[in-house]
């Protein structure tokens, strides 16, 4: 069964700084990637979705890149913010069904 | 505005009782989800649905119910034979399953004592 992994589980940085968020699944069929965010208490936003032909997507500061062949993923904040504070998650559909999320990334940007 | 609306935000009940929380869509998205978020434990799928009338379990559907009378409305039934109730619940939907991408309601929380 697919599995998705993201490291670092939470990540502290300075206003400012650039910063990478990694994301790793075992199967590499997969027909896209999304990336979300969520608040504490509330629901996922979604962030990007990248399909399974694209390399990258950007929205914003924001910046994910997709590697099929090694199963990997990254998030790429540029400029961090203290409102980028959140946690990041990301996900594969699976079995033509739902999403496998991975358990998330904490981001803490202090001003 | 389009989105996905569920209620209510915070829900307590007893154990043994039967509890059914609500999500309601107007993106006309076709299929519509239920996931569960438990602290250190990840989102986790319920139930899903592609079509009206039609719905499938996910990896923890014991202790739970839904239907899918209508296109915009998936509830989900949380039974007095689900062992821990007590978590986040978390209703999206998407135009289509598996290549689409999926948009989230703000959340239910359930807690139950």
């Known amino acids: 069964k697919q599995e998705v992994t993201q490291i670092p589980a939470a990540l502290s940085v300075p206003e400012g700084e650039n910063l990478v968020l990694n994301c790793s699944f075992t199967d590499s069929a997969i027909y896209n990637l999304q990336w979300f965010r969520q608040d504490p208490g509330k629901g996922l936003t979604s962030l990007l979705l990248?399909?399974?032909?694209?390399r990258e997507q950007t929205s914003g500061r924001l910046n994910a890149s997709l590697d099929k062949s090694s199963g990997r993923s990254t998030l790429y904040i540029a400029a961090s913010q203290p409102g980028d504070s959140a946690t990041y998650l990301c996900?594969?559909?699976?079995?033509?069904?739902?999403?496998?999320f991975g358990k998330g990334t904490t981001l803490s940007v202090s001003s | 505005d389009g989105g996905i609306t569920q209620s209510p935000k915070y829900l307590f009940r007893k154990e043994g009782q039967n509890v059914t929380l609500s999500c309601e869509q107007n993106l006309n998205h076709d299929a519509m989800y239920w996931y569960r978020q438990d602290p250190g434990q990840g989102l986790r799928l319920i139930y899903y649905s592609q079509i009206v009338n039609d719905f499938q379990k996910g990896d923890i559907a014991e202790g739970y119910s839904v239907s899918r009378e209508k296109k915009e409305s998936f509830p989900l039934t949380v039974t007095s034979a689900q062992k821990n109730p007590t978590a986040f619940y978390l209703c999206?939907?998407?135009?289509?399953?598996?290549?689409?991408?999926?948009?989230f309601g703000p959340g239910t929380r359930l807690t139950v004592t």
């Open positions: 999206a939907s998407s135009r289509g399953t598996t290549s689409y991408e999926q948009y």
């Open positions: 996900a594969v559909p699976w079995g033509g069904t739902a999403l496998i």
């Open positions: 990248i399909q399974s032909s694209q």
